[in-house]
């Protein structure tokens, strides 16, 4: 029981909250959606929906009873067990995972496991979570702050995480006066409870309460540090970006890209190109980081967090459409339309991506190459089955999306990780038959999460460590559209389906869309406008839909890569 403790106590949401009322538009679908499912949409009564999901010492010891019941040999009491499990829910999933990851575990109870965390992952209650914690933060009852405070270290989903953490900043301060709840909390046992509550202390309050959560920065835990420095950074405290870079060689390595992406917005343009990863230690990006701020501190300005970047072309990958010759390029387009550079291949390519002014990365049939301009190849990587996706990460490991399956390899092509694709409907005792999947689109987020997209246009979310997070139907896909899907912050991903390209949300609602005929793929700019790729044409669209530019495109525009 211990051990469950530890791990579900460990994840905190940072980062992208702020005490900000939820908008119109998201009340309204929140409460339509509460009271379809017959639950209250206003007052204290909303607060009821976390205290049934803030778990005490013997309900987390009854959980852990029965996740061990899962491998009993009496069918009766494995029956109940998953019963148990699936009706508690998320509250279940860690525990699952662990059976999942062990190597004690047997296949048959490996395979129950998977299965409950599909149809948990399936089900609603954590989107119905995330509606209560936006209404919550909409007009707040009493004791919102202290109820959620409590909740948070049973919110494992990021997403979750996320509103709640928006929602404790909306009340953490009142009259300029910082909650009791809040102020306990930043000295609680929990460090998930004291990140939480040092965040939204910050923000609700700015740096006049810098004084306050002070103690924080020097946590004994990285991810408590992490929260405070970055809520500090983000209302402008230029002493702690020092403090952030100090936190590269402490975080954990699923933490490192929230430390990096904030330098790297900072920077923007003066960047440093480093990122942490088996070639780079942490030790070397901090000295090389530390250099950095000491050369550009007295010129940066922290208010450029709130700009956003500059918008500096896009990658277009095209196929030939003369006659019946084959071929494709890959090249860069400015804002201009002028292609300021381009690769041309005899193959017909699946996808590519611009690694440096020598190198590109490009997918031709079942083989993914590193080549140099001229066609050259430093090493090339077959797999079973088509290759629809690949990118190269910051790190310098590269993400990869087939027809079957998705990997991760390292720098040179070797596969590093391969979690379990496959679709499991329900638990039968009888028959072990699992349908593969044919995949259309696929994408990673910078957490780590992996998204992809079936035939059947479902949704699969999978966690870093390659098990079911969420899943969800999203439409139609496009007849033609494929390959990278553009995932975007809060795990929302960009997709081209039948007649629309389409903004979902890790709930799996439209949260925006525009009606177009066989798109190819979509790209999200720094201007919040969308690029469409279609056919040989590539619009750029604004949030209404309206064509504000264009490119016309020497052959079948099939894919986009931003720059």
Known sequence: ???????????????????????????????????????????????????????????????????????????????????FLLKAGALSRDLLRDIVKSPGSDLETVRRAETLLAQ????????????????????????????????????????????????LNIVAVKDGKIEAPFLAALKDNLAAKRAAAGAAILRAGGLAQKNTIEPLLADESPQVRLAAIIALVEAQDKQAVRALIDLLPVVSKD??????????????????????????????AQAIWNTWWQTNQQTISLSRLSEPPKYRGFYLVVTSTDGDSRGSKLMEVRPSKQVFWQYNSKRILTDGQYLNKERVLVAEGLK?????????SYWEKEFDDPVIAHERLPHGEIFVATRRQLYLLDAVGIVVFSPKVQKVDKIDEDTDESELVSIRAAGRARDGHMVYLNQDGECTWLDPEGLVARRFKVGEFSQNGAGMIDVLAGQRILLPLADKVAEIDGDGNMAWHVKTQSANA??????????????????????????????????????????
């Open 120 to 167: 948990i992952a399936a089900g609603q209650d954590r989107l119905l979570a995330v509606a209560t914690a936006r209404l919550v933060a909409h007009q707040p009852p009493p004791e919102s702050g202290q109820t959620l405070l409590d909740f948070i270290p049973f919110a494992t989903d990021l997403r979750l995480l996320e509103e709640v953490q928006k929602t």
């Open 368 to 376: 993914l190459y590193e080549r140099d301009l001229k066609g050259n």
């Open 255 to 284: 933490k490192v890209w929230q430390v990096e992406d904030m330098l790297q917005r900072i920077a923007q343009e003066k960047a440093p190109d480093i990122h942490v990863g088996a070639k780079t230690p942490a030790k070397l």
């Open 1 to 83: 029981m211990a051990r469950f403790c530890v791990l579900l106590f460990c994840v905190v949401a940072i980062g992208q909250a702020r005490s900000q009322p939820p908008a119109a538009s998201y009340v309204e679908s929140d409460k339509r959606l509460l009271k379809q499912n017959g639950l209250p949409t206003e007052g204290k009564e909303l607060l009821q929906f976390f205290r049934e999901r803030t778990l005490s010492k013997e309900q987390v010891a009854e959980l852990a009873k029965q996740a061990k019941n899962l491998a009993s040999t009496n069918f009766a009491e494995r029956k109940k067990a998953a019963a």
């Open 522 to 563: 979509a790209l999200r700019l720094p201007n919040g406008n969308t690029l469409v790729a279609s056919g040989q044409r590539v619009l750029e669209v604004d949030r209404d839909g309206r064509e504000v530019w264009f490119f016309q495109s020497p052959g079948n525009a099939v894919r986009l890569r931003r720059k």
